[in-house]
């Protein structure tokens, strides 16, 4: 193509700088603010104190939980549904209640954990005491799983798609149990898949803020819940900034582990 | 094909019943005269005639449809002129560089976007309310324009545009005339996926938004903060609604597209 494309990209670089690049580095300025607004390395200091790093490491242990129940749950059902023989419409019933606003289903376990919702009837109907589980972090990590399980089945519903069946057949005529096609053949071969439903997952799993505060009180703190309560609740910007330095150090090791060779558009 | 063993049909069927049941309930209780979400008392629309009635609810309504067409048309804009200029740099570090920064706003979690654009607003001198929530949407839209466009413009074979220069084309009708058409599938994608993304942005509405300006997903968050209300579950009832006849609108401009290229090829 020719030159006159290039003047194309003048929007799109001023986009880049001002929605990509400023914002970034306007974090990581107020992460070195104190809050008089002088230069300090006081945020820093109180990230490394106990509580943060506590904050932190229940931050990391619930995405982890989160993202390994939604991919015991994911991965049979896209395994599953790439053998369903219209599977493209049923990838996207699937897909259908990802695309409901998030706040509703989250606004949905209000009702079906409340006290006097369908799952204490259950538990009651078995003769037990109602239990409050609304407000604890098992509704949390459920209802998380519940929001992931779509994003997490479809890079592996691709992968496994893609996959090569006479692999398979191949593996079992020379004698491979079931178990030891899944683990050398079926399971290498879709890791792209399952790498990308992990990047998709856990990094939204440590920022979650929304369904932290609603279905589980003040129970479980993520690294959002905490840069939410600094920016908007303390209105502390710096420590907030620190917080969110620190999610976009984890967020860059997190694609690192998770990332794919094959990036970029191809040479022509 | 083999056939799905029963277990496995019941593992698909048990996977499906979770993942629609708290919406059917949602949507099951909206018709609910009793005011909460465990007793059916008797059938009602008295919720959904209270949503049409609350002009505040209304007008919320009508800014986030209005925010959501705005911030995909302009985002759609820039996507595509960014995916044409990302396409011709024929330096590929460049070319990766490009697309690497476009790809952060993708993978950053909603609260940096926010937070981020709060301090960005504030330093610019932006107001909170409308304008901040329409700029921070375009923000986070264009990158998946970007990338719903980028590969129908890497498969679309140059010699096309080299014959219609040859041909005596102008630069701006090969940009009309043979590279938008070529690309309007993934145009088209890219809109649809702002679309949704600004529909369903809870998180960064939730930082740049003013005391004055609201949308949808900011509203029941408040909502829901406040205890259970069945005028949520009557919105519910709505988005459901209108969520699937989007869906399924889509997916058959879709497959009539897909269908249209088949047969001309």
């Known amino acids: 193509m020719n030159k006159a494309n290039k003047t194309a990209l003048i929007p799109y670089s001023l986009w880049i700088l001002l929605f990509v690049i400023a914002p970034i580095a306007l974090v990581g300025y107020y992460s070195l603010l104190d809050l008089e607004g002088n230069f300090s390395l006081i945020n820093y200091q109180t990230f490394f ?80 005491p109602e239990q409050q589980i609304l407000f604890t972090d098992i509704s949390f990590v459920f209802v998380a799983v519940y929001i992931f399980i779509p994003f997490m089945i479809l890079p592996i519903f691709n992968s496994l798609d893609k996959l090569n069946p006479t692999l398979i057949d191949a593996a079992r005529d020379l004698g491979a149990s079931p178990i030891t096609t899944f683990r050398r053949v079926i399971l290498p071969l879709t890791m792209d898949g399952v790498k990308s439903g992990i990047q998709v997952v856990f990094i939204p799993a440590l920022s ?10 003040n129970r479980v703190i993520t690294l959002g819940t905490a840069i939410e309560q600094q920016f908007l609740v303390t209105q502390n910007w710096g420590m907030g900034s620190t917080i969110a330095v620190f999610l976009i150090i984890f967020m860059v090791i997190i694609m690192l582990i998770t990332g794919q060779k094959s990036k970029g558009g191809r040479v022509r | 094909m083999k056939k799905l063993s029963l277990s496995a049909k019941f593992y698909l069927a048990f996977v499906f019943i979770v993942l629609y049941a708290p919406i059917f309930y949602l949507v099951f209780y909206s018709f609910n005269s009793g005011g909460t979400m465990n007793k059916f008392d008797s059938f009602t629309l008295e919720h959904y005639a209270a949503v049409f009635e609350d002009k505040r609810l209304l007008v919320i309504l009508i800014n986030t449809v209005v925010v959501a067409l705005l911030s995909a048309l302009i985002s759609t804009i820039l996507g595509v002129f960014g995916a044409i200029g990302i396409v011709s740099l024929r330096n590929m570090r460049m070319r990766n560089i490009l697309l690497s920064l476009n790809n952060v706003l993708i993978v950053s979690p909603d609260v940096i976007i926010g937070a981020s654009f709060l301090i960005l607003f504030t330093m610019i001198g932006i107001k909170l309310g409308f304008f901040s929530v329409l700029i921070a949407h375009i923000a986070f839209s264009v990158p998946i324009v970007v990338l719903m466009v980028l590969p129908k413009l890497l498969e679309m074979n140059t010699s096309l545009i080299d014959a219609a220069q040859d041909l005596g084309a102008s630069k701006r009708d090969i940009l009309t005339r043979v590279i938008l058409p070529y690309i309007q599938p993934g145009i088209f994608a890219g809109f649809f996926l702002a679309l949704t993304y600004s529909l369903d942005d809870f998180a960064v509405t939730f930082f740049v938004t003013g005391n004055g300006f609201s949308t949808l997903s900011v509203e029941i968050y408040s909502m829901a903060r406040a ?21 399924v609108g889509y997916y058959f401009v879709v497959n009539r597209n897909k269908g249209k290229v088949d047969k001309s090829a």
């Open chain 1, 208 to 217: 979650l803020f929304m369904i932290t505060r609603l279905i589980a009180g």
């Open chain 1, 49 to 128: 104190s106990s509580i943060y790093l506590k904050m932190t490491l229940s931050s990391f242990w619930y995405a982890f939980l989160v993202t390994l129940f939604t991919l015991v749950v994911s991965y049979p059902t896209a395994y599953l549904l790439t053998k369903m023989r219209h599977k493209q419409l049923w990838l996207l019933l699937i897909i259908i209640p990802s695309w409901i606003n998030l706040l509703l289903k989250t606004y949905a376990f209000i009702g079906t954990f409340g006290l006097s919702g369908p799952i204490n009837a259950v538990i009651k109907l078995f003769g037990l």
């Open chain 2, 227 to 247: 205890g259970v209300s069945l005028t949520v579950n009557a919105i519910s009832g709505l988005v459901f609604v209108v969520t699937i006849l989007v869906v």
